[in-house]
Nanobody, 127 residues
């Protein structure tokens, strides 16, 4: 299957950490930019971070997560991670990874830059 499969997430206390994973069983993710998106309850889906293909692995972050979120690749495991540190209640919501249809496209934080999406994983930041 060419789907993106997500794992990780769950309940974390404010200030805590957790890691989200995005992988695919029959698709080499290293050729593609990958984006991570956050959808808070009742709000639009928002790009929080993205990473270019393994060619240069340049990254982008929205201001609200800079210094707290880290996106990375493990090409041997065909997985892209989103590490969330110093979690805040406003980080609560559904998280999605996504990839564009074409290889080599630079990553963007806009949802219209992506064509295939993971199933989503819930993150709840609460004490």
């Amino acid at each position: 299957q060419l789907h993106l499969v997500q794992s990780g997430g769950g309940l974390v206390q404010p200030g805590g950490s957790l890691r989200l994973s995005c992988t695919a069983s029959e698709l080499a993710l290293n050729y593609y930019a990958i984006g991570w998106f956050h959808q808070a309850p009742g709000k639009e889906r928002e790009g929080v971070s993205c990473i270019n293909s393994a060619t240069d692995e340049a990254t982008r972050y929205i201001d609200s997560v800079k210094g707290r979120f880290t996106i990375s690749r493990d090409n041997e495991k065909n997985t892209v991670y989103l590490q969330i540190n110093n979690a805040k209640p406003e980080d609560t919501g559904e998280y999605f990874c996504a990839r564009p249809i074409y290889r080599g496209r630079p990553c963007v934080l806009g949802a219209d830059g992506y064509d295939f999406w993971g199933q989503g994983t819930q993150v709840t930041v609460s004490s």
